[in-house]
């Protein structure tokens, strides 16, 4: 019995040493998250509302380029051959992955839609999301978009400013 006690304490400690060490340290993303941002920034898309796309923005472009931005944003609406019936999201994307001692200090992603229009086009466009970034909080937010017609990246209309981790 005596063992037993020694045992399940043992087992106790372990158990605390590791929930209290790696797990509680090691932060991870959370993706449904960036998801749930990424579909109302597609929705933005979808009504066309230049202001409520903007929000999504990061500080540095709402302060500094908010004319030009949403200027841009008008012409990605044009680039769009008809109104918008349906979209898929394809995921989070690419991006990087920052940490320090555990704790995640750079997140970027890309988020992705397919969508079609009512004039039977195909679409896939991109948000270039610093969805976390420590050093700089003011560009957290969308700094770029890009679209393309029918998969071809090789003709794509891009948007916005790219800020890149140093």
Avoid at 61 to 67: A, L, V
Avoid at 116 to 136: K, L, P, R, V
């Amino acid at each position: 019995m005596d063992s037993l006690v020694k045992i399940m304490g043992s087992f106790l400690a372990l158990s605390l040493i590791m929930i209290f060490s790696s797990c509680i340290v090691n932060e991870h993303v959370d993706e449904g998250n960036i998801k749930e941002n990424a579909v109302r920034m597609m929705e933005c898309i979808v009504n066309k509302d230049s202001e409520k796309l903007f929000d999504f923005y990061n500080k540095d472009m709402k302060d500094n380029y908010k004319d030009s931005s949403l200027d841009e944003i008008r012409q990605l609406f044009e680039y769009i051959d008809g109104a918008i019936t349906s979209y898929n999201y394809e995921g989070k994307g690419g991006g990087q992955e920052a940490k320090n001692d555990g704790i995640i200090c750079y997140y970027s992603c890309h988020p992705e839609f397919d969508f079609t229009t009512e004039t039977g086009q195909e679409y896939t466009i991109s948000f270039s999301y610093h969805y976390i970034w420590n050093e700089h909080p003011e560009y957290e937010g969308i700094n770029m978009i890009q679209i393309c017609k029918d998969g071809n990246w090789g003709e794509k209309l891009i948007i916005g400013r790219n800020y890149y981790k140093e």
